[in-house]
């Protein structure tokens, strides 16, 4: 044995400890156990081996110290020790191993600071401790490693301020420190080393401005900076002789302009300036930049007119909301033939549509709201066939609707409001068999409301025909829009009876206020007209009537006359009967005063859940739930969130609710959250989504019913429950399966899409039967989305489930559930938490499943243990693999390539062989109600 010279075994299925006898083999030069399952820790005695030059040990589960470094080492020219388990740091006796050229410990383990002994590896080129538990301050005396290409510490704990000695590696290419606590300045020395072609130092705490210097980096490629608190101006001559390919300042405080010249390459891709201070005008040159993909500069001060665009088959988003930009819009966007999104919305553009648009055959999203917009829509943009969202709000557009953009079939959302179109509402709109909101106030349309509008049964976030002289009475076919959940016909001339809309059960908000309605308003509205008075106002001849609503209703209705029941009813009577009538009343009523008084003299103790009830004019429902928690006290609390309080109420024997309360007091922002929760819920019924039961808005809070579920979250059943209940692989998989048919009912069974934007374990619940209910719509994409503030949208779901592409972007859709949702299914077969304690700073889930994928392959290294004598079973460890695959292409960082969530559920199911003949039911299995 002491003369072998190489022992390659790499990917061997190797298990076991490293025998120490290994040391004896004095002669060996090359050891490669890569890819294993070796356990144990490195012998002491690979320090005998004197003329070692390889030593490769990644992916196993090697544990405990480092020991290398501490004999003869200097032919050592390689060492791997990723993706493993050690403790403790990184030896400062590794610096005897002078021939070191790469040291490579990827996700290891490592926690401790770097040692200084680093610098005394003159010859490496390659230092990459990325992913790991590293603290403490980067080593100066990493800048005598002056060979040094690659530095990769990204995604550790370091913390202080980047070492001025960097600067003096010159050599060095690629240099990667993102995700750490760093503070302070990028070091003026840092900015001259000309090799550099990568500098990625986002989501550090660093600052300080940039440096005319770094203008000199002819071989920068990719410079990003963004979540950081970088100021100043950007320097003017930057992008003249770079290669620059991505640059990305977002969310820092930068000011100034955005340099001349900076696609003067004309080989960026990326361009993202939004979250700024920057001002001034967009340089000509952005339009001229044939390579551009995305372009954002959302939310800076910038003025001036927008630049002509060359033709650019390349470009497919453009963000330039909410800045000052004035002019018109460039005839010249009609070039970005590939164009999928434009949005200008919130600036001064002024000046007509041009027809050029038009051309932007796959423009899918056209925002183009508060601006000074004018004349007609141009029929030019009957082309744009795949238009999905049409907003033009609040400018000053006038003239008819097209009847020639009839040809957006596809369209989900169309925004007209606040303009002065005229010519009465087109009948063809009923063509718009997609629409889910339609936003037409605020005009001077005209006419009377055409019946064809009943056909539109996808309408759910909103319909709002206000303030348009509209006259008539509303169509009976009104009532056939059994999904809308907020109307406003306020501020017209339309007359005649509501009654038509007591058949929009589903209707969550409702404002007629300021019409010339007459008659009763119907019993399905009364809860609607005692929590917002004020959108039934300004009709005179509207009324309540008491024969058909409870006393209650009468009583807080005190806005609204009573309507004259007896006479109506009575008509014709003589007058002795009518005076009969009036007696038998005062009879009675005398009777119940003194029925009230026996009561309160004699009577029972008064229950104050009764006595709130009473004030509140409640159902008898609450006044049970308000009974069985004793008023909501603390004792019953089950549950805290962001968006409320959680309490368990049981009624009756066999009948238990869990009730969700939230307080609105000096919160606009949790009423519309429990507004939105309730137009999600309380109309959608399926199997794997939690089911409303009942809900009450009050003026200071409200409270929403559910149906208990006993085995409470599957957070709780992943991570709190002492001691962890056992989970085995098919409750597993019933959960996870479970929670896509849920999704996949919202995504396209509620046609059009629900996005729910906040999928975790925490509103997931599970039942008796371990059958998973996605819970908590509190910021689910529903209502007048174009209406929220942007404080409110930029809610975007929690940490650790929140899509790469939300990090800058408000525009949750349906492929940030499907990320979310693989984070669910990472932690249903890791048992570890989204951000778990035991990973390094930076390092969610998702990076440290897919860097042990990548590394091994080997699903046992990645679930969780207590699942290792099932995986015995093969049947078992393919399902388990095949699941953790899609959990992986869930959360692919680029959105275009994650799967539907009705891919997602085929491919559960092909994942199980043996239920594939015994399929569980489709997404689109309803529970009738």
């Known amino acids: ?22 040391g004896n083999c004095s002669k060996l030069q090359e050891l490669f156990l890569n890819v294993n399952h070796i356990q144990g820790t490195l012998p002491e005695t690979l320090n005998n081996l004197h003329d070692i030059v390889y030593l490769g040990f990644a992916n196993n589960d090697l544990r405990g110290t480092i020991p290398l470094g501490s004999g003869s080492c200097k032919n050592l020219f390689l060492l791997d020790l990723s993706y493993n388990l050690f403790s403790g740091g990184i030896p400062s006796s590794l610096g005897n191993c002078s021939g070191l050229t790469e040291f490579s410990a990827v996700s290891s383990g490592l926690t401790g600071s770097i040692p200084s002994s680093i610098g005394l590896l003159r010859k490496l080129s390659l230092l990459w401790l990325p992913v790991n538990h590293l603290s403490g301050k980067i080593p100066p005396e990493i800048g005598n490693c002056k060979s040094l290409t690659q530095l990769h510490l990204y ?29 302070g300045e990028i070091p003026l020395s840092v900015w001259k080393i000309q090799s550099l072609e990568y500098i990625l130092v986002y989501n550090n705490s660093l600052s300080g401005e940039l440096p005319l210097e770094m203008t000199e980096l002819n071989h920068l490629k990719n410079i990003s900076l963004f979540n950081n608190h970088f100021s100043g101006v950007i320097p003017q001559t930057l992008g003249i002789r770079s290669r620059l390919l991505q640059l990305d300042f977002t969310d820092n405080k930068f000011t100034g302009n955005i340099p001349p010249n900076l696609c003067s390459g004309k080989k960026l891709t990326l361009l993202n300036l939004g979250l700024n201070q920057l001002q001034g005008s967009i340089p000509p040159d952005v339009g001229r930049c044939t390579t551009l993909k995305r372009l954002i500069l959302k939310e800076n001060n910038f003025t001036g007119p927008l630049p002509d665009f060359e033709y650019n088959p390349n470009l497919t988003f453009m963000d330039i909301s909410g800045n000052n930009i004035n002019g018109s819009i460039p005839p010249s966007l009609g070039n970005c033939s590939n164009v999928t999104d434009l949005i200008l919305s919130n600036n001064n553009l002024e000046g007509h549509i041009p027809p050029e648009l038009g051309h932007l055959a796959n423009l899918k999203t056209l925002h183009l709201a508060h601006n000074h917009l004018e004349g007609p829509l141009p029929h030019e943009l009957s082309k744009c066939t795949k238009m999905d969202s049409f907003d033009v709000g609040s400018n000053f557009l006038n003239g008819p609707f097209p009847p020639s953009l009839r040809s957006w079939m596809v369209l989900t959302t169309l925004i007209l409001r606040e303009n ?14 997609k629409l889910s909101e339609l936003q037409l106030g605020g005009n ?12 539109l049964q996808n309408l759910r976030y909103g319909l709002n025909l206000s303030a348009n002289g509209l006259i008539g009475e509303i169509p009976p076919e009104m009532g056939k829009l059994s999904n809308l959940l907020t109307l406003d016909l306020s501020g017209n001339n339309l007359t005649g009876s509501i009654r038509v809309l007591a058949d929009l059960s589903s209707l969550l908000k409702v404002n007629v206020s300021y019409n010339s309605f007459d008659g009763p308003v119907p019993k399905m509205l009364m809860k609607l007209l005692n929590s917002d008075p004020s959108s039934f106002l300004g009709n005179p001849g509207l009324c309540v009537s008491c024969l058909s609503s409870n006393r209650s209703d009468c009583n807080q209705s005190s806005h609204l006359k009573l309507c004259d029941d007896r006479l109506t009813n009575q008509k014709g009577l003589s007058k002795v009967q009518v005076a009969m009538i009036a007696l ?17 003299v004699c009577g029972r103790k008064p229950k104050q859940g009764v006595q709130i009830s009473d004030k509140e004019g409640t159902s008898s429902l609450l006044n049970k739930v308000m009974e069985a928690t004793a008023n909501l006290s603390d004792r019953f609390i089950i549950g805290k969130g962001a968006h409320g309080v959680v309490y368990k109420a049981s009624v009756d024997p066999g009948q238990v609710f869990a009730v969700k309360k939230l307080a609105f007091s000096g919160n606009k922002g949790k009423s519309k959250s429990m507004v ?93 039967d371990m059958e998973p209910h996605i819970a908590d719509f509190g910021i689910a994409k ?7 503030s942007a404080s409110s949208m930029s809610v975007r779901g929690t940490v650790g489930y929140i899509a790469p592409e939300n990090a800058y972007s408000t525009a949750n859709n349906r492929e940030s559930d499907v990320y979310s949702y693989g984070v669910v299914l990472l932690e249903l077969i890791t048992r570890k938490k989204a951000v ?87 997404s689109s299995f309803l529970i009738r109600s």
Not at 155 to 182: A, C, R, T, V, Y
Not at 880 to 900: G, I, N, Q, S
């Open 836 to 922: 778990d304690p035991s990973f390094m700073e930076g390092v969610d889930v998702v990076v440290w499943v897919r860097a042990l994928w990548d590394g091994t392959k080997d699903v046992h290294k990645i679930a969780d243990s207590s699942l290792a004598g099932q995986f015995l079973d093969s049947n078992v460890l393919e399902q388990a693999t095949k699941v953790l695959l899609v959990a992986l292409k869930c959360t692919e960082k680029d959105p275009r390539v994650r799967p539907t969530m009705r891919d997602v559920i085929k491919l559960l199911e092909d994942a199980n062989p043996r239920t594939r003949s015994k399929k569980l039911p489709s």
């Open 782 to 788: 529903l209502l007048d989305q174009s209406s929220v």
């Open 444 to 455: 001077m349309l005209g006419g009377k409301i055409p019946g064809s509008l009943g056909v």
């Open 155 to 183: 995604s550790n704990q370091l913390e202080g301020e980047i070492p001025s000695e960097l600067g003096e590696l010159s050599e060095l290419q690629d240099l990667e420190l993102f995700s750490n606590h760093l503070t």
């Open 420 to 433: 002065r179109f005229h010519g009465g509402i087109p009948d063809f709109l009923s063509e718009f068999n």
């Open 1 to 22: 044995m002491s003369e072998l010279l190489i022992l390659y075994l790499q990917n061997n299925q190797l298990s076991g400890e490293i025998p120490s006898s290994i």
């Open 584 to 600: 038998g009343s005062s009879i009675f009523f005398v009777l119940l005063l003194l029925g009230v008084v026996y009561m309160c």
């Open 676 to 768: 939105r929760e309730i137009q999600t819920a309380g109309k959608i019924r399926h199997r794997n989504l939690v089911k409303l039961e009942d809900f009450w808005l009050r003026k200071d809070f409200g409270l929403i019913l559910y149906t208990y579920m006993p085995n409470g979250s599957l957070h709780e059943v992943l991570h709190e429950k002492r001691p962890p209940p056992s989970l085995e692989w098919n409750v597993r998989y019933k959960i996870a399966i479970g929670i896509a048919h849920g999704l996949a009912y919202l995504h396209y069974d509620c046609d059009p899409p629900i996005v729910h934007r906040d999928i975790k374990p925490k509103n997931i619940l599970i039942d008796s």
